[in-house]
């Protein structure tokens, strides 16, 4: 349900300036942080949570933070 909320709305997925930094720094990545969770939340075997005003996807190692009503990633770290 909540998985479907994000991919209907997969357009407006994206993150601010530090956070392009923070998520890079957090996941070890270089590549542009955005189509990374992206296709992270696209993998079959990912899960979206809802607590409070944040869905969470975790998939693989890592778990990304994405606001409920802006659809910024926040934060995402390795698990």
């Known amino acids: 349900m909540h998985k479907d909320v994000l991919i209907e709305n997969i357009d407006k997925i994206h993150t601010t300036e530090m956070g392009v930094e923070r998520i890079q720094r957090n996941l070890g990545i270089s590549e542009e942080p955005v189509s990374y969770c992206i296709s992270k939340l696209k993998q079959e075997n ?18 990304i933070t994405i606001n409920s009503s802006s659809f910024t990633i926040i934060t995402a770290h390795k698990i």
């Open 46 to 63: 990912s899960t979206v949570t809802k607590e409070g005003k944040n869905y969470y996807v975790e998939v693989d190692d890592c778990r």
